[in-house]
């Protein structure tokens, strides 16, 4: 199974690297081996195979006192039948009733959007402030706010979040905020009036150097308020529409409201994988925290090592389960760079591996399936339409 790494090239001042691809061999998206003590058959399901996974010690046979009959005693510790590849799924078997779900994503969506609201309201200047005023104000935002997210920059090594730094830059001038992913990348108000994202050095001297820029702005700007960025690419300055700054709050609201349309149609379809087993559809499996104000992932009904999920590279990535917990650009394919709150019916630019390098993939599809029922539903349905079931012709 082919797989591969989106590895951002290292930060250049003048010009962006060429880009790296690392690929893993099959074995990391490989289901576990599985344990000695089971056996593993084939079997078909509607025309496909999967794996069915039992313990070969599970029956005790036991001699019932005063009979002849063996009858079997059941360990359910022990029992274990896994439709699939053999791994236990990470949903819940028990159904969630999706409208209390919806109603409670919404709920939250309304507070969080409500304090949102107050956050950029209640730190307003005079029209007819001094620089000292406005730029007073703005850091009074960035304390509040304390997160700036760069979302959409064609260098992976410049977005993420940065936070503010209150010990850093001029007390009385604009707030300066550091990466926190990459301590070097520094976010600040260079003389001339604009936004750099530089190294330490540069933010020190307020030099008009680095990888990203904006144009000079008005005293009392923040970066998320700055309507277009300038970038460094292959060395020239480009326009970058895609490029914005936002207040982390401002993030968590976008993703809360993708959860909230989520919760009310949580299956999606993907269709048009190279890979055609990763092809199916998709349950939406919230967080422990219930994946408030952050991005939504999907499982695969059937391949439950399969998820699609947003890597930390802002791409929407079709990958197993250990990429999805670490939101590791790794997988079968990926859509292009993302804004906050995107649906992955949405995304667009999605990209397969073939071989050694990465190609656009016009075909693969991802949907919303409105009215399709989740796995965890059609387990509970089974699992109350369920009879008595005899077995013949084992020799235990």
Known sequence: IGMARSCPGSLSYSKLDSTSHHSPSSSEFLPEPEHESRVAKEFAVDGEFHRKSILADTAHLHMPTGGSQPHLVEDLEEVSSVISTGLQRSSAAAPVAKSSTSHAASQLFGEMQTQLQKLISRHRPPERSTA???????????????????????????????????????????????????PERWLYVATPGSWWVGTFESMKKQLARGCICSEPQLAGTLPHEVPTWEVALDEEWTHHTGTHFFLLQSVEVAWQQTIVQVAQVPVVCVSGVVDAFADGLYDFVPGKNGNVGQPPAFQHQQRPNIWLFLAEDQRWWIGNEKAKEQRDGLGLAHSARVQPGTHPASAFGWHVRNTKVWEQCPALQVQTASGAPRAQDRWAQVACETQPLEIWGTDL
Do not use: C, M
Request: a negative charge; zero cysteines.
């Open 132 to 182: 000292a005023v406005k730029w007073a104000v703005a850091r009074r935002i960035a304390e509040e706010s304390l997160y700036l997210e760069l979302w959409g920059s064609p260098l992976d090594a410049v977005n993420g979040v940065y936070k503010y730094v209150q010990q850093e830059g001029d007390q009385q001038g604009p707030p300066v905020f550091q990466h926190q992913r990459i």
